[in-house]
């Protein structure tokens, strides 16, 4: 038997951010603009493995986590349908052909209006690919990886209402760009 605070109704169920309401934001013109087609935002964390193995104790081998590294993949849905719309293409199709960074925002929910968590800084596209469907769907594979930054390293954020509160935690050194 589920505990009381297992959610079981419909409108306790809709009150926790779930994957589907991701959002993708980029910095724009002082503030961040929600990327409106966005999908399947996963954000990915990895650690390589060393094999350790040492000539004493019968030649024990062990493998320890070692570099971690983490990043944020997402579909980007080129609609074209206005000029704006295309506008996040050409910024990332730039940031990605000319290896230069992107202030981005990633969160959990919706920033006017969740109590969202995420992570804001500086990006670089490390992947952004191009997708032709039979459908005439065009679509962009799009992966990101923090960016070495001073002054935008990437962090952990909280979001309430239009509120960014810095929570820290960055995920890579800070450099002297």
């Known amino acids: 038997m589920p505990s009381a605070a297992y959610p079981t109704t419909t409108s306790v169920i809709t009150t926790v951010p779930l994957g589907f309401n991701a959002k993708a934001y980029r910095y724009v013109s002082s503030a961040y603009a929600e990327l409106k087609n966005v999908s399947d935002l996963t954000i990915t964390n990895t650690a390589?493995?060393?094999?350790?193995?040492?000539?004493?104790?019968?030649?024990?081998?062990?493998?320890?986590?070692?570099?971690i590294t983490r990043s944020i993949s997402f579909t980007l849905r080129d609609i074209r349908l206005a000029?704006?719309?295309s506008q996040?293409?050409?910024?990332?199709?730039?940031?990605?052909?000319?290896?230069?960074?992107?202030?981005?925002?990633?969160?959990?929910?919706?920033a006017a209006t969740d109590n969202a968590f995420g992570w804001a800084g500086d990006w670089h596209v490390t992947q952004f690919n191009r997708s032709e469907q039979d459908n005439g769907?065009?679509?962009?594979?799009?992966?990101?990886?923090?960016?070495?930054?001073?002054?935008?390293?990437?962090?952990?954020?909280?979001?309430?209402?239009?509120?960014?509160?810095?929570?820290?935690g960055y995920w890579i050194f800070h450099s002297t760009d």
């Open 137 to 168: 769907d065009v679509n962009f594979a799009v992966t990101c990886v923090p960016a070495p930054s001073a002054a935008n390293a990437v962090r952990a954020v909280w979001v309430d209402g239009s509120t960014l509160t810095d929570l820290g």
């Open 88 to 110: 996040d293409v050409f910024a990332i199709s730039a940031a990605f052909e000319l290896r230069t960074k992107l202030n981005m925002l990633f969160l959990d929910g919706t």
């Open 48 to 67: 390589t493995s060393v094999q350790v193995s040492r000539k004493g104790d019968n030649g024990v081998t062990m493998e320890i986590p070692a570099q």
């Open 83 to 85: 000029e704006v719309d």
